[in-house]
């Protein structure tokens, strides 16, 4: 009985392919960083470029093609990156240079596509379902592409297909600056040679598993039992498998851009207890940076907001550089209310906001010089997940 059911469900997964009706554009800015930085300084132009950390203890945020021939990748320590390519450029990078430029991109294609989803600083989703009825859809796509080019000088690449994963699978074999469609009849042949790495979603070790199993390419991993597929990687099997097959219903979420993450906290009685309202602030802080890194943000202001028992109202803030690591927002936000409170009057009311947010992957974190407190920041994030936000919680130093 069950192995009939996952056999249907293996028809029903087929007919979904064949009757998607969808057209999905992904698109993808070229090497992000590098790029940016290359319009800025031309002297980069064809050399080998390291973007990341300012110190040996950094990690490479973004490396240009040239780099990755010497085996330079993406989160390999910066000591390591200079061992293999000792003649690069290495850049420290500028966040809210690649934030103006990204934006640049999202109003250009605001300007034109009828529904888009920002993914991350660099990469954009684009449903433009129906448009084959008026203007051919690949047509529509290629121009939208060489207004992006003309208009910031920025490569991008882009994939068209019936859903995110195939149309992203597209982008990835469309590098660099290239364009690849991927029409409803095609996308099949088009997937099975490929490593199953191409996959989103299949990490490292997911990736050893599967290789041990002896799954190298799309086309086998789609042609084994999904029920065994589940049995080995559990529900994220089914979704994996169906990726493999070029299933994905996950609809384009409309964008829009959150300008900051807050929260306050009023007491029950006011309060003079610096102590308990410095914990109080660390505990705010330390909330709100998880739901920053767990939406993929970065803010670069941070603003602390006092009411007293007479409902006198002051806030003050600071910018500081682009971050997401608790530690650091918290030393900000204890130092503006040392500042900030000089009254000595009772407190009724204490908020904390994390503004001028930029929207990224993982790798903005990079930027931060040391990649053992990323490290441990991706362990105790997965913790909070698994078991509640509330599973870990930040000593407060009194």
């Not at 080998?48 to 110190?55: A, D, E, L």
């Not at 290629?142 to 859903?163: C, D, F, K």
């Not at 979603?201 to 991993?221: E, N």
């Not at 007293?308 to 600071?318: A, E, I, M, P, V």
Request: hydrophobic fraction near 40%.
């Amino acid at each position: 009985m069950y192995f009939s059911e996952k056999t249907k469900y293996f028809s029903t997964s087929q007919k979904m392919l064949a009757e998607t009706g969808k057209h999905i554009v992904h698109l993808d800015l070229d090497t992000f960083f590098v790029s940016v930085e290359r319009l800025i300084n031309s002297s980069l132009n064809g050399r080998p470029v390291i973007i990341g950390g300012s110190s040996d203890r950094g990690v490479v945020a973004s490396c240009s093609y040239e780099a990755r021939h010497f085996g330079v990748h993406s989160a390999m320590p910066i000591k390591m990156a200079r061992l293999l390519c000792p003649d690069a450029a290495f850049v420290r990078g500028d966040m809210e240079m690649y934030s103006k430029y990204s934006n640049m991109v999202t109003d250009i294609i605001d300007e034109k596509a009828p529904l888009y989803e920002k993914a991350s600083i660099d990469e954009h989703y684009i449903d433009i379902t129906g448009m084959d009825r008026f203007f051919g859809c690949m047509v529509w796509t290629h121009e939208l592409r060489q207004s992006i080019i003309r208009e910031t000088g920025l490569p991008v690449s882009l994939g068209l297909s019936v859903n995110k994963t195939v149309s992203k699978i597209a982008t990835g074999e469309a590098k660099p600056n290239g364009e690849k469609e991927v029409p409803p009849a095609l996308v099949k042949p088009f997937l099975h040679p490929l490593s199953i790495k191409k996959i989103p979603m299949i990490g490292d070790k997911t990736y050893h598993l599967l290789r041990s199993m002896g799954i190298a390419t799309i086309g086998t991993l789609g042609m084994i039992p999904i029920e065994m597929i589940e049995k080995v990687l559990g529900k994220n099997g089914i979704v994996i498998w169906k990726k493999a097959n070029g299933i994905d219903s996950t609809p384009v979420q409309p964008y829009f851009e959150q300008k900051s993450i807050s929260t306050e906290h009023t007491f029950d009685q006011d309060t003079t207890d610096v102590v308990m309202l410095n914990e109080r602030l660390v505990s705010m802080a330390d909330r709100i940076a998880f739901d920053l890194r767990k939406q993929q943000k970065l803010t670069s202001c941070v603003t602390v907001k006092i009411r007293y028992s007479n409902f006198d109202t002051h806030t003050l803030q600071k910018r500081i550089p682009y971050t997401s690591f608790d530690h650091k927002l918290i030393e900000v936000a204890r130092e503006l209310f040392r500042r900030l409170y000089q009254r000595r009057m009772l407190i009724r009311l204490i908020g904390l906001r994390f503004s001028h947010l930029v929207q990224g992957t993982e790798q903005l974190n990079l930027f931060e010089d040391t990649s053992k407190a990323m490290r441990l920041y991706q362990t105790l994030d997965r913790l909070r997940k698994r078991y509640g936000r509330n599973a870990v919680a930040r000593a407060v130093e009194v």
